[in-house]
Each structure stands twice: as C-alpha cells, then as structure tokens.
Nanobody, 128 residues
Framework: QVELVESGGGSVQSGGSLRLTCEASGFNVSTYCMAWFRQAPGKEREAVARIATDGSASYADSVKGRFTISRDSAKNTLYLQMNSLKAEDTAPFYC??????????????????????WGKGALVTISS
C-alpha cells in the first residue's frame, strides 16, 4: 500500500525558511519519480519541483534558486528545502509519486503528465 505523509509545514515570516518532509511507505523514494506540488487559493495546482530516480531535478521558475528537492533512500523520505520564502508561496504543499515515469518524462514531463500517488498536504503560510 503506497502512502505519502507530509510534515514540516507551518507559518514563517517573509524571508524565512522551512523544510518539508514526505515520508513514504509501500515503496522507496529512490525508485519512483517524486515531486512537490502546491495549490495557492484560486489557482491551479502547480508543480514546484520534480526529481527522477537518477537525481535529475527540475523546478518551477518561481522557485528556482530558493527551493531544493532532495531525498534520502535510507530514511525513505523526500524533502523540500524552502529558503527566502515570499508571501506568494503561501499554499498547501503536496508530495507526489509515480511508478510509471522516470528520467526526462519525470523531470520534464509532456502535456498530460499526472502523478499517481499523493499525500494529503501540508500548509505553508508566509506572513509579510
């Protein structure tokens, strides 16, 4: 049974940092395509960062240079380090995984790409 559980959300001031953690079960994070998404109020769900099994990663333009996606296969966890946070980063963040995609399809997906497994979300709130 694949499960994803996010933690590490909370409230911080603009310019601060948070690290989100996604604990996986039923598979290992080093064997699946993994990603972090967010969905701000009134907006579509947005892919923030993606990482393939070989470590290749991609980021949304809005977070490049501020966010870093990483994983620890021994702990079976996925991380999102978020620095220099802005008010517009406020959103629920979701951990996602897919066993079907890897390599370029994972970190640079074609139109219609969708992840199979999702966590329930962790709320990140940034105050000005």
């Amino acid at each position: 049974q694949v499960e994803l559980v996010e933690s590490g959300g909370g409230s911080v001031q603009s310019g601060g940092s948070l690290r989100l953690t996604c604990e996986a079960s039923g598979f290992n994070v080093s064997t699946y395509c993994m990603a972090w998404f967010r969905q701000a109020p009134g907006k579509e769900r947005e892919a923030v960062a993606r990482i393939a099994t070989d470590g290749s990663a991609s980021y949304a333009d809005s977070v490049k240079g501020r966010f870093t996606i990483s994983r620890d296969s021994a702990k079976n966890t996925l991380y999102l380090q978020m620095n220099s946070l802005k008010a517009e980063d406020t959103a629920p963040f979701y951990c996602a995984a897919d066993h079907r995609w890897d390599g370029r399809i994972c970190y640079s997906p074609p139109p219609g790409y969708a992840m199979t497994y999702w966590g329930k979300g962790a709320l990140v709130t940034i105050s000005s």
